[in-house]
């Protein structure tokens, strides 16, 4: 029997493969593009839970003051009266009557007529941050209440404020609120790249501004709602995560670094020593605030005695809305003479943009309306992560849980644009310490699961 073997080589060679197709490296506009769509969906993915927490969180505190009244209004609010005040030095002695365990730590007068005046205690048992409030009626001298308060804040204020910034998990917990302000910058960035990569093809300046939805069907009206409402919110989105950064524990420590190493943190006063003479009395609290007046403080000041002998009266003003004033004063408790003084022209450029970035974070720079342009900045933050995670379940195939990530294009970047890329991530990760570990975090677990899925699919004929 004889068996007939099919040689498709006329010479009975092995024939030759064609040579495999060789894959061109996408342009690097193109390769840019694919890289922003796939940071802004997975990081934007990994953020979103904590960036709503944030915006929830961050929107009942810039309401606080309002929330103060409604908890704490029999303490901190008065009947306005007319007639004279009580003497601050009286109002103390009605406050310490009430704790005479206590010891005097500070004073703020009433920021505004209907306000209690504070007087601030030194209570034994309390942490070291914190401090026994007494509220004084300033037209009866009467005791109004007291709280424990943490710098001024008072409980449901603290409460929210911890809450924000570390789900009341202490140090570790500051690890969410940094990690979602480190990221956020580059969320935001890299729909930015994509919405106006898009709305240039469009040619119109109104498809970048504004969403055009028309005939459209679902997934990409929501993406026209998301990428417009995510281009008016980009500017707020970015100075609040910077702001936010300049609290946090890792990125903040390196701020205040470079802050320093460029001579531009917030001065301090600073008085020489006092003499005290023999037999000489000290002036009283209400000298100590008629001297400050006279030297131009205005508004509600925080007025601290001597701790020491030989330490002066200190009085600054607390106000931390427009026009700023931050004047503080040193005053000889037994000259009354000025021997140190600082004001807001004393501060650097750097010092004078943290402290306005701060206030405006707070939600106090601007009174209502800046509480009303950081409610609108968290609304809006949380109908966009509602488009995002709508355009994410749209886009889910049929039949699968979870729509699939845009491809990796790590390998196909050019060399150049990966080595500059290396150089800026290298810089940011050392200012970022959170952002450089779960970049690398990121990084190792973006190419296992490339890999994994590489793996799975069939070989194809």
């Not at 531009?264 to 007046?293: E, H, M, N």
């Amino acid at each position: 029997m004889t068996t007939t073997v099919n040689d498709p080589s006329p010479s009975g060679e092995e024939p030759i493969a064609p040579p495999a197709p060789q894959v061109r490296p996408p342009r690097p506009a193109f390769a840019v593009s694919m890289l922003a769509r796939r940071l802004h969906f997975l990081a934007g993915l990994s953020i979103a839970p904590f960036l709503a927490v944030l915006c929830l969180s961050g929107l009942a505190y810039a309401f606080t003051p309002q929330i103060n009244d409604l908890f704490y209004a029999g303490e901190q609010s008065v009947t306005v009266q007319d007639g004279p005040v009580y003497p601050l030095s009286e109002q103390v002695r009605a406050a310490l009557a009430t704790r005479p365990a206590d010891t005097l730590g500070s004073v703020v007068t009433p920021a505004a007529p209907d306000a209690a005046t504070q007087v601030v205690l030194s209570e034994p048992g309390l942490d070291s941050a914190e401090a026994r409030t007494v509220y004084v009626n300033p037209y009866t001298n009467h005791v109004t209440g007291d709280l424990v308060t943490v710098s001024g804040r008072p409980p449901a204020q603290q409460w929210l404020r911890e809450f924000h910034g570390n789900l009341h998990l202490g140090e570790p917990g500051r690890l969410y609120s940094e990690f979602v302000a480190s990221w956020l910058p580059f969320v935001v960035l890299g729909g930015l790249v994509l919405w106006i990569g898009q709305r240039r093809r469009a040619k119109r300046l109104r498809a970048l501004f504004l969403p055009e939805t028309g005939q459209q069907p679902g997934r990409a009206r929501t993406r026209a709602w998301h990428g417009a409402l995510g281009l008016w919110l980009a500017a707020g989105l970015l100075a609040v995560s910077v702001t936010g950064l300049t609290w946090s524990a890792y990125a903040g420590d390196r701020f205040d670094k470079a802050v320093a190493a460029l001579d531009g943190k917030s001065p301090s006063l600073t008085a020489p020593p006092v003499t005290a003479p023999r037999g000489g009395q000290p002036i009283s609290i209400d000298a100590a605030l008629a001297i400050a007046r006279a030297q131009g403080l205005k508004g509600a000041v925080t007025i601290t005695p001597p701790a020491a002998e030989a330490k002066p009266f200190k009085v600054a003003e607390t106000s931390d809305r427009l026009p700023i004033r931050k004047g503080s004063v040193a005053i000889d408790p037994y000259s009354g003479q000025v021997s140190a003084r600082l004001g807001w022209p004393d501060y650097p450029l750097l010092a004078k943009l943290t402290a306005l970035g701060i206030a405006a974070h707070s939600g106090t720079l601007l009174g209502l309306a800046n509480q009303l342009v950081m409610a609108l900045l968290a609304l809006g933050t949380l109908v966009l992560l509602a488009f995002g995670y709508r355009m994410w379940w749209k886009r889910r195939p049929a039949g699968r849980r979870r729509a699939p990530a845009p491809p990796p294009v790590w390998r196909h970047l050019p060399w150049p644009v990966v080595a500059g890329a290396v150089v800026v991530v290298a810089a940011v990760g050392w200012a970022m310490p959170v952002f450089g570990v779960s970049l690398i975090a990121f990084i190792v677990l973006d190419g296992m699961i490339a890999t994994v899925t590489r793996q799975r699919q069939p070989d194809s004929a």
